[in-house]
């Protein structure tokens, strides 16, 4: 097992990084003055967990929003179950939109096993959707959820109308190899600094508003997920160290995307460097990028309030 020089094991390491890497969902941006907007109806802290059946699993899910129209389906980061939305972004988007957020196979509250590709990981996340009688959907991945939404755009590009990426990147991703090492990295670190490690930008407006938003990701207090267990953590890491590898055709591959695609992605973002939004931008014919200065990972969230209404724009364009 590979180990880090404080001798604690790269599994222990990984498992409580990753545990603080799925609150790196977002925040509301008051450092920088991007505040939410503030909305009549807190749909986030009061929708209750259902469940679905498909393939053997029960897919836990929360619906946010009585809107009519095509919904609006969450995937999910790295680390990260339905708690890790923050209502900033959510509560904004089901002013507009039906928002449908849900725990993928393994993670939280549904049943099984996390498999350990993207692709299967996809093939579970087109289970649900169908499995809730939808025949068309709108989805948003943010970083591993974006993998996962380019994989669906390949392979059920029937289903999807729009799509929103963002802390994410095609496979092959520069730089996103190098995840172990910054997740050794974050060995001595408290929850909350490998939350901003991973994040945001070290400027005093990104800290600021990734510590408001470490404390925003817990206001609900009743009927929370379970943590990420360690397979889970370890198989979603296995599965996007194998979107990282080399993969030459990857950016004809997107040119195969007809549908409108919305790319948001932080000036600074680590993980996941913005170049690679840019090469994939380039190469989805209809895709519109956006790129947040002195962002990080979490960058759409960040610029919370200007996020909400460059999506609700483009989702009714």
């Not at 002013?95 to 549904?110: A, C, E, P």
Request: charged share 15%; with cysteine; proline share 6%.
């Amino acid at each position: 097992m590979m180990k880090i020089n404080t001798g604690v094991s790269f599994k222990s390491v990984l498992f409580s990084a990753l545990l603080a890497f799925g609150l790196i969902s977002c925040n509301n941006d008051e450092a920088s003055g991007n505040q939410p907007v503030p909305v009549p109806v807190d749909y986030h802290l009061t929708a209750k967990t259902q469940f679905v059946e498909a393939g053997g699993v029960k897919y836990a899910y929360r619906i946010l929003g009585d809107q009519a129209g095509i919904p609006l389906v969450l995937l999910a980061s790295l680390g990260s179950s339905m708690d890790d939305w923050d209502p900033a972004i959510t509560n904004g988007l089901a002013q507009k939109y039906k928002v449908i957020l849900f725990d993928n196979r393994g993670v939280g509250s549904s049943t099984g096993q996390v498999p350990a590709t993207i692709a299967e990981m996809a093939t579970d996340a087109v289970g649900f959707i169908k499995a809730m009688g939808l025949t068309k959907v709108n989805l948003m991945g943010f970083s591993m959820g974006g993998f996962i939404t380019q994989q669906i755009l390949f392979t059920e590009p029937a289903l999807v109308h729009k799509a929103i990426l963002t802390g994410t990147g095609p496979k092959g991703s520069e730089g996103l190899a190098n995840l172990p090492n910054i997740i050794a990295s974050t060995a001595n670190l408290t929850p909350e600094e490998t939350f901003l490690r991973f994040g945001f930008t070290q400027s005093e407006a990104s800290l600021t508003a990734g510590k408001a938003s470490y404390q925003r990701i817990q206001q609900r207090k009743t009927d929370r997920d379970q943590p990420l267990s360690q397979q889970a953590g370890g198989a979603q890491l296995t599965a996007v160290l194998a979107w990282a590898k080399p993969a030459p055709n990857a950016l004809n591959e997107l040119k195969a995307i007809q549908q409108p695609v919305l790319y948001v992605q932080g000036k600074n973002d680590v993980p996941v460097p913005v170049i690679n939004a840019i090469y994939a931008s380039q190469s989805i014919p209809n895709a519109n990028l956006v790129v947040y200065p002195d962002a990080g990972h979490a960058a759409f969230c960040q610029y919370a309030g200007r996020f909400v209404q460059e999506a609700v724009d483009f989702l009714a364009q």
